[in-house]
């Protein structure tokens, strides 16, 4: 199979995948099955027909209306959609190895939802970091266990971090970021260094704009989720972290 064909399998798979995680993103806060019943207009309660759910291009033909009530869907579930399909490609194109690329997929498809939980509720639900903690584990015991002492201590290095971040600032950061951190130690490795560097200087970003917009004091007192930062600090690491890695430690040997 060539690159190209199985990114865009990979695409499809995601775009399928992407149309569940908008469930599970609904659904988990409010304690609600993820299985059953099937989806539902959130405004009217009708059932969905198949053919009414198919991703982005149901959205799009029902010009992001319910077919029954005429009420507005929210344009985030095709673009979660779209974007888990783009992430799912991204990973079989630049992985290689089948530890690597599993790893990735698991990796990206529970950052999504934890994501757009943290957004909603200002929570990291442990029902989603807890179960990918022991995945990251399975998966490197079944497909490279020699690698598994590497995720180890990636975990352990990037939640043991973040917990004396948490204790020497608790208004920054929560438990449920220090749980993340672990768990992007866990999949990514030794990638998770600039993983976690980019989640920082992100969210840095993000706070100076908030500041800049609704002034210092208002800004220090604004709650701005830390979990969307960490998402897009594992993607950059999952996807540039190993090269990242070799080129600082290549400049760092130069010296």
Not at 79 to 107: P, R
Not at 237 to 252: F, K, N
Request: net charge positive; aromatic share 6%; glycine share 14%.
């Amino acid at each position: 199979m060539t690159t190209t064909v199985g990114a865009v399998l990979a695409g499809i798979g995601g775009l399928l995948v992407g149309s569940f995680l908008n469930v599970v993103a609904y659904r988990l806060p409010r304690g609600e099955s993820v299985i059953s019943p099937g989806s539902r207009c959130p405004s009217c309660g009708k059932p969905v027909k198949p053919y009414d759910n198919i991703p982005v291009l149901s959205w799009l033909l029902l010009r992001g209306r319910c077919r029954h009530c005429g009420e507005p869907i929210s344009a985030r579930y095709p673009l979660v959609e779209a974007a888990t399909a783009a992430l799912w490609a991204a990973v079989v194109i630049v992985k290689h190895t089948a530890v690597s690329i599993t790893l990735g997929l698991v990796l990206v498809t529970i950052l999504v939802p934890i994501t757009l939980i943290d957004l909603d509720t200002r929570k990291i639900p442990n029902k989603i970091t807890a179960p990918a903690a022991v995945a990251a584990v399975v998966i490197g015991l079944a497909l490279k266990p020699s690698g598994v002492v590497t995720q180890l201590i990636g975990g352990a290095a990037a939640g043991g971090a973040f917990l004396l971040i948490v204790l020497a600032y608790p208004r920054g950061m929560g438990m449920g970021d220090v749980k993340l951190a672990g768990v992007l130690g866990l999949y990514l490795g030794a990638s998770v260094a600039p993983a976690l560097f980019a989640a920082v200087l992100v969210g840095a970003v993000g706070g100076t704009l908030v500041m800049a917009r609704v002034g210092v004091k208002q800004g220090r007192k604004t709650a701005v989720p830390f979990g969307p930062f960490m998402a897009l600090g594992g993607v950059v690491g999952l996807l540039a972290g190993p090269h990242i890695v070799h080129w600082y430690t290549h400049m760092h040997g130069s010296f």
